[in-house]
């Protein structure tokens, strides 16, 4: 088949050459790893409708193109790449996403991204014939880095997130998401549910880093996701009063950052007691002067847990420490919940089907639990855009290999042939769901 000229950019070119998987996927990860790295950190920053994000989002439609697919973005800023026809129905989808977290890792999300091109090449060169549409998508704004709210794109299109309430999202600046998706050049007026375009999936497969240490335990480079916990994100608002910091008197004071510090203990306690996670990782104080007592911190709650009832025991404890230590020390105390995401049991059909598939490569191996597959079946307290496609669309994930487990950080590291190994594996997977 001939491919189009790969034009300028330079990786395309290797891309083009590739013959193997793991070339494929070298090639692929040299182009990508310098965009949005900050270089005191080693992390990444690619935000939502920044810079970076475009530039990820010109890698994805150069790779796109240059395997002689169909580019498209959607109304919401996904961004797809189709082989064979958008609107037959029954389309076989995969893909991630390519936004990350501040100082985020290099594998959450792209690596899904990047696999999916790989298997496509990968299935190329097995010479297999597409039976069913198929496509590779970018979902936007996966991480909600920038506007506070996780899978921005996929719940727009899911209709798990209203227009309206969309547009009323901001940045920490206050640049409003409309404003900064006109800045990228996308309409933000087109934002909406895309129920026509979902029903034309017929399964979705989101390969991701794992983002713990289960696969490094067992020893497994692959696994296969069962759920996603459910999980939310809550915003905390202490007032007290700004005064001198040299001056006022201990017992004068009304500082919101002892409540806040109370209130971080708290979650800790709380979470531990239940059985849940609890993480204040995010905090904004004003007015912020050293020599200035705070008269707001604002602190971010991410809490999750394996099932709703110990979540809700875990957020409800917060909160009520939070409120008892205001009431004391005369500070004001406002909860908001700003996203929830329920749990989420991946379609048992598609994940025996992977299992079923992958399982072919280690047979005999062993029966890890009672779903009887011979790969590992995983659940995890990572939100995923196939958490939110899966009320939609038959939805299933492949994990790799994370062998140290951090992930959300720079450290984040899958080793070169397990991410191979993915890419064979996700192959594997897409030969059997959408080729004859
Ligand atoms: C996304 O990575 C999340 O779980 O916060
Ligand atoms: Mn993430
Ligand atoms: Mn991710």
Redesign the pocket.
Same mark, same amino acid.
């Given at each position: 088949m001939t491919l189009p000229d790969p034009g300028p950019y330079p990786g395309l070119r290797a891309a083009r050459a590739a013959r193997s998987p793991r070339s494929s996927f070298q090639a692929m990860w040299r182009d990508l790893a310098p965009i949005g790295r900050h270089a005191g950190s080693g992390g990444y920053r690619r935000y939502a409708w920044t810079g970076a994000d475009a530039e990820c989002r010109a890698w994805f439609r150069e790779q796109a193109e240059a395997r002689g697919l169909a580019y498209e973005v959607d109304r919401n800023g996904n961004q797809w790449a189709w082989l064979g026809d958008p609107l037959a129905g029954d389309a076989v989808v995969t893909g991630s996403h390519l936004d990350s977290?501040p100082d985020g890792g290099a594998f /959450?999300g792209p690596l899904g991204v990047v696999s999916s091109f790989a298997a496509l090449d990968e299935l190329r060169d097995r010479g297999v014939e597409f039976a069913k549409p198929f496509a590779i998508t970018n979902f936007g704004d +996966? +991480?909600g880095a920038r506007f506070g709210l $996780?899978c921005v794109g996929s719940r727009l299109a899911a209709g798990q997130l209203t227009a309206e309430k969309a547009r009323l999202l901001r940045d920490g600046d206050g640049v409003s998401l409309p404003q900064a998706m006109e800045a990228a050049g996308y309409d933000p007026d087109a934002i909406g549910p895309d129920p026509g375009r979902l029903a034309r999936i017929g399964a979705f497969v989101e390969l991701h880093v794992e983002?713990g240490r289960a696969l490094g335990l067992t020893g497994d480079p692959v696994g296969v996701a069962s759920a996603i916990w459910p999980?939310g994100r809550w915003r905390f608002d202490f007032r007290g009063e700004a005064n001198h910091a040299g001056t006022t008197r201990l017992v004068d004071r009304r500082d919101p950052m002892l409540t806040y510090a109370q209130t971080v203990l708290a979650a800790r306690r709380e979470a531990e007691l239940a059985g849940g996670l609890a993480t204040f990782g995010k905090i904004v104080v004003e007015p912020n002067g050293v020599n200035a007592i705070a008269s707001l911190v604002r602190g971010w709650l /991410?809490s999750r847990a394996a099932d709703q009832d110990t979540l809700d025991a875990v957020v409800t404890g917060i909160e009520r420490a939070a409120r008892e230590h205001a009431e004391r020390a005369g500070i004001d105390v406002e909860v908001v919940r700003e996203s929830f995401t329920p749990v989420v049991e991946f379609q048992h059909a598609l994940r025996d089907e992977l299992c079923r598939v992958l399982g072919k490569r280690v047979r005999g191996r062993r029966t890890t639990d009672d779903t009887g597959c011979d790969i590992p079946v995983l659940g995890t =307290? $990572? =939100? *995923?855009d196939a958490g939110i496609l899966s009320a939609s669309v038959p939805t299933a994930m492949l994990f790799v290999r994370n062998p140290t487990g951090i992930s *959300?950080s720079p450290a984040e590291y899958a080793a070169e042939d397990d991410c191979v190994a993915g890419v064979i594996a996700l192959a594997d997977v897409l030969e059997g769901l959408a080729c004859s």
């Open positions: 977290v /959450d +996966e +991480e $996780a983002q999980h /991410d =307290g $990572a =939100g *995923h *959300h």
